[in-house]
């Protein structure tokens, strides 16, 4: 079970988020009755429940505790998964240390229970799968005011069932059938190998009662709670059968010619044969995230005193400098401190090349160092770290729902009670034709045996989690299954244009100034009302000023004026300067007349320089000068448009910067449509009106005023190179800048929405044609428990195929590249 937490600011509206891991469910109509029992806590507000992933994600008040979502999971009739983490505890003296110690675990959200030894300096707490992270465990400790952390030996949490423990329910029913087989098989050609009624029994028995105990298990425990699901129909269905077989033979003594001891027997088998094909699919859906999850290192190298040590990661400070030599991977985030190198980053980001990284550069837990010494300082540790989110936000996007999902549990929670009528009308009908009792009774066990609700219920988590999964792998970041699903439509690539289009590193490349204003002091004056902005128009003219050694003067009422510059008053030669630096519309609002220098503008413009006006405001406006900067435009962004383009998929760039320099990026780059000087609040306005011909639109962008226009889309799509916020918002988050991702990402949306629809046609079709020949008697129980069994892993196999899903750029690694200094946004 994981944990998030949100406030919507006042302490009652407080909520968590739960992720708990759910053991027993079988099909589609547990996944309904362990929803129905988690909506019936108080205080929970939404559950969610996939049977894919085996898990349920819950929506709670702040003051619901896990223990009591585990209590009603259990009284649904199922299992909350559990698991121990061993810590090693330092600083303990007495039996009271014991207790304090105990008390401070138990209180941690999660934990079932803790064991303190003294002897040993061990603590082995239970809770509840992945509600704890041992770094909160460790934090209760301290706060208790000892030590802790998880020994280097700890195993790792995910570890896999081993094959015999899983298979051998399997082969021992395989065996056990394998002489009730031998008839079927010989009776084709003539040779009668029967064997006797009490051999039958003998064999057939402990398949049905001891190997099939789970059916019978899962089925008290659902019908005790009202419902019924597939292992209803397995018990009854193979109960009939094994209660004929009895009858016969007690009524008929030996000389009956057939009994149906091999039906149940077979049935049985044959489904958890398929049951374990089924987990071990569903284990590979599941590959992503084991991954990403080897990519943690157990052990930090630290300095400390000028000592190299090598401790658990768990231990490991912020501010620590963390030593990684040549080969060895970064086990936490940071900045380099001192040294340079090359790190792989592939699995993180999608990036198949190294990146060259030095000092001040930031690293992420998770990459492969190259051939360089670093020292670097850590950043975030545990939860906190770039790795840690991805998994839980690949976690999370593999445990929710798709829209559609809602509609597939809806017919899956009556689809059982259907079965079961159905099943009944057939045994009447077969009895009432004149086709005897026993034959009516093994019509009916088939109609039971064929159903499955699980081919419905696993059709679309499994494709869901391969989608994802890919994406992750390559650097597309799905937040959530519903933005998955809705990108298939997408008709419209609306683009940002500033580090989304372009790299979003301007410089500096013209300035005029009036007659009466040096160049320099023209520099002076717009680094003065630069200072302390982070905007990258501030940076490139700080990087100038810089480079001609000239000094900002102090600067007063500093403000950004949001979509349109800055302002600020700047003191020289004894008189006081209001000065503003922006774009024509902020001019525009001061009264500042532009057509000294118009013409001189608009040429810039053309040219896709962006323009920046600096104007003193105080008494008579008077403008001082202008600024133009430039920028280049990201490699690949016009074959990533062609792309897009060669999709069926419209593009258009909504920015804040002037007509010509937009015009001139889109007509570098192959945009259809520009809306340009478009302030942030007004940009959710322009992607509404995008969408008003009924056309599916995402948003593309990497900053703060995108965030309106990212969530006002029908997917937001956000650069990882850009700010929190909008990743934040966004549905998708590219972890690398590269536009080409955008129509990957469309593309991986399409090929997971066809195998979606694939498997959903194929689960109904199977059951509505299996079911009808099993009516109308064409199948036999045997045949029919190998459909059943032979469907969910069709379904699962073919989720599966989307694991030879790549990128167009590993496809076709040649990729157009184009460059020029171009415009970037005020």
């Known amino acids: 079970m994981t944990q998030t937490s949100t406030s919507a600011g006042a302490a009652s509206e407080a909520s968590h988020s739960w992720m708990i891991g759910i053991e027993g469910m079988s099909c589609a109509s547990c996944v309904s009755r362990v929803e129905k029992a988690l909506d019936k806590v108080p205080g929970v507000r939404h559950a969610s429940v996939s049977l894919a992933t085996e898990s349920a994600t819950v929506e709670a008040a702040a003051d619901v505790l896990p223990e009591a979502l585990r209590a009603a999971v259990e009284k649904a009739g199922y ?64 706060h208790a005011g000892y030590r802790a952390h998880v020994p280097l030996t700890e195993k790792p949490a995910r570890a896999q069932p081993g094959v015999w423990r899983e298979a051998w329910p399997v082969v021992v029913a395989a065996l056990l059938s394998a002489p009730l087989v031998v008839p079927m098989v010989t009776a084709p050609f003539g040779a009668h190998a029967m064997s006797p009624a009490w051999v039958q029994w003998l064999l057939a028995t402990p398949v049905q009662f001891w190997l099939g105990a789970r059916f019978y298990l899962a089925s008290w425990k659902a019908l005790r709670a009202g419902t019924a699901n597939m292992d209803v129909l397995v018990a009854l269905g193979t109960s009939a059968a094994y209660g004929l077989s009895l009858y016969l033979w007690y009524t008929r003594g030996n000389s009956t010619p057939a009994l149906y001891f091999d039906a149940a027997a077979i049935v049985i088998t044959l489904i958890l044969f398929g049951k374990w094909l089924e987990a071990r699919a569903k284990r590979h859906t599941a590959d992503a995230i084991r991954a990403l999850e080897k990519l943690r290192p157990d052990t930090a190298r630290i300095v400390r005193d000028g000592v190299e040590e090598d401790v658990p990661v768990s231990v490991v400070q912020v501010g620590d400098i963390v030593v990684i030599r040549p080969g060895e991977r970064v086990p936490v985030d940071g900045v380099i401190a001192r040294g340079a190198s090359q790190l792989d980053e592939s699995l993180l980001t999608g990036e198949s090349l190294p990146v060259a990284k030095g000092e001040d550069d930031a690293v992420i837990g998770g990459a492969i160092n190259g051939d360089g010494l670093l020292h670097v300082r850590t950043t975030a540790i545990g939860a906190e770290t770039a790795l840690s989110r991805i998994i839980r936000l690949v976690e999370h996007a593999q445990a929710a729902k798709a829209p559609i999902q809602r509609l597939v549990d809806r017919v899956a929670a009556v689809f059982v009670p259907a079965v079961l009528a159905v099943a009944l009308v057939t045994l009447l009908g077969w009895w009432y034709a004149g086709g005897g009792l026993e034959h009516a009774i093994i019509v009916a066990v088939t109609v039971l045996v064929v159903a499955c609700p699980c081919s419905l219920g696993l059709a679309t988590p499994t494709a869901i989690m391969v989608g994802t999964g890919m994406g992750a792998r390559h650097g597309i970041l799905i937040k959530d299954a519903e933005a998955l699903e809705v990108a298939h439509r997408i008709r419209t690539v609306a683009f940002d244009k500033t580090g989304t289009l372009t790299e979003g590193k301007p410089r500096l490349v013209a300035q005029v100034s009036a007659p009466d204003v040096e160049p320099g002091e023209l520099l002076q004056l717009a680094a003065s009302v630069q200072t302390g902005s982070s905007h990258p128009l501030a940076e490139a003219v700080m990087l100038e000023a810089s480079g001609k050694n000239v000094v900002a003067l102090p600067a007063q009422a500093l403000q950004a004026l949001a979509g349109r510059g800055m302002a600020a008053t700047v003191a020289r030669n004894g008189a006081v300067l209001d000065l503003r630096l922006g774009n024509s519309r902020l001019m525009e609002e001061e009264g500042v007349d532009v057509a000294p220098f118009a013409e001189r503008a608009m040429e810039l413009e053309r040219a896709g320089r962006t323009v920046s006006w600096l104007a003193d405001v105080a008494g008579k406006p008077q403008l001082l000068g202008l600024l133009a900067f430039g920028d280049r435009v990201k490699p690949g962004a016009r074959a990533a448009v062609q792309r897009l383009h060669a999709m069926g998929v419209r593009t258009a760039m909504v920015t804040g910067d002037n007509a010509g320099s937009a015009q001139a990026i889109a007509d570098q780059v192959g945009i259809d449509q520009v809306v340009a000087k478009v302030l942030p609040e007004n940009k959710a306005e322009t992607v509404a ?138």
């Open 689 to 826: 009106l995008l969408k008003k011909d009924g056309r599916a639109v995402a948003m593309v962008g990497d900053g703060i005023n995108d965030a309106p226009a990212l969530a006002a889309a029908d997917v937001g799509i956000a650069m990882a190179t850009g700010t929190d916020v909008a990743m934040h918002i966004a549905g998708v988050t590219l972890m690398r800048g590269d536009v080409a991702l955008v129509a990957d990402a469309i593309d991986l949306s399409r090929r997971t929405w066809s195998k979606i629809r694939q498997n959903l046609f194929w689960a109904f079709a199977y059951n509505v044609i299996g079911i009808g020949l099993a009516a109308f008697g064409v199948l036999s129980p045997v045949i029919a428990g190998a459909a059943m069994a032979a469907s969910s892993v069709s379904v699962v196999s073919n989720a599966l195929l989307l694991k030879r899903w790549r990128p167009a750029a590993e496809k076709s690694p040649a990729r157009v590249r184009s460059s020029g200094l171009m415009g970037v946004n005020t």
């Open 79 to 142: 299992r909350v998964a559990a698991t121990e983490i061993e810590l090693v505890i330092e600083g303990m003296t007495c039996a009271s240390c014991v207790s304090r110690i105990e008390k401070a675990l138990d209180r941690v959200p999660g934990v079932l229970g803790t064991t303190v030894n003294l002897a040993t300096d061990r603590a082995t707490v239970r809770v509840l799968e992945g509600a704890a992270e041992p770094e909160q465990l460790t934090a209760a400790v301290e």
